[in-house]
């Protein structure tokens, strides 16, 4: 059931079930909270309580925040982790993983653990040799850049199937469709847009920053790198020692916990059974 939290400046939207630990899941731009149903599933029968927030501008929540940075989205999480009750496991895909990064380091009381899936929350430079050699890297630049200047919903659709590489799960097609319908509504591509153009800049600087364990995940085939697994290695070793390690998903795309959620759940528990406070 769809709950609501007001916050200055908007309303987010989010659900929440089971009993146990708290894991907040916060999904990426241009995607709603939908996408981690199968995770979500997984971890509730696991022994988790678990809340699965749409973004601000995303899903069931309000447009016409004043700004969409990482910085603003890790507010939000925060804010509603303080609403459940916390401290919460803090799940970032994408954009959001770096707004994870961010929570962690600010309010490292409210935030005990944090998974990043696929995260941007380095600065990002475009690898010009990779982009004449690797054709999927330079179809996922392609696409994302044309997403961020074109506001297109059918150029963000085509990114979708490229970033869920091979055979897609079951619900993609549903999933995509519902999407599309949310994503056409006034103003929620110029949200994409100004997501997509936003620096993880913010993020970035924070990583020495965390004291909490950190996982992050990476999916080999992840259209957004050339090198996928070198950047998840490149964040953990920006945390503070020991404090981060990093799983890749054989033939997984930038959505791992939407191709392969069994997978990513298993990943996310062992994580959280070695963590002593969990």
């Known amino acids: 059931m769809t709950e609501f939290l007001e916050i200055d400046g908007g309303r987010l939207a989010y659900d929440v079930s089971g009993q146990g630990r ?8 241009g995607d709603n909270r939908s996408v981690y149903r199968d995770v979500a599933e997984r971890l509730v029968a696991s022994g988790y309580r678990v809340a699965c927030a749409d973004l601000r501008g995303h899903g069931e929540s309000t447009v016409g925040w004043a700004s969409y940075t990482r910085t603003d989205t890790a507010g939000d999480l ?29 309010e490292p009381e409210l935030v005990d653990a944090i998974v990043e ?48 590489p091979g055979t897609k799960p079951a619900g993609f097609a549903a999933h995509v469709a519902a999407l599309d319908i949310d994503l056409s509504r006034p103003g929620r591509m110029a949200v994409v847009a100004k997501m997509g153009m936003s620096a993880p800049t913010d993020a970035g ?3 020495g920053d965390i004291r909490c364990p950190a996982l992050v ?7 957004d790198w050339s090198d996928p ?5 490149a964040i953990v070793a920006a945390m503070p020692t020991g404090l981060g390690r990093l799983e890749v998903v054989e033939g997984a795309g930038h959505y ?18 070695a963590d002593a406070r969990g």
């Open 22 to 29: 708290l894991i907040v899941l916060s999904h990426g731009m």
């Open 78 to 106: 925060l804010a509603l982790i303080r609403h459940l009750g916390g401290p919460a496991v803090l799940v970032g895909h994408s954009f959001s993983g770096g707004s994870a990064t961010i929570a962690a380091a600010r």
């Open 117 to 164: 899936i696929s995260p941007f929350t380095r600065a990002q430079k475009v690898d010009g040799k990779a982009l004449l050699s690797n054709a999927r890297y330079r179809k996922g630049m392609s696409l994302l850049m044309g997403t961020a200047l074109l506001r297109s919903v059918g150029v963000w659709k085509r990114y979708l199937a490229h970033a869920y």
């Open 205 to 207: 600087a924070v990583l």
């Open 217 to 223: 995940i990476e999916g080999s085939l992840d259209p």
């Open 229 to 233: 697994a070198a950047e998840g290695a």
């Open 256 to 273: 791992a916990h939407g191709q392969f959620p069994e997978r990513v759940a298993d990943i996310i528990g062992t994580f959280l059974a």
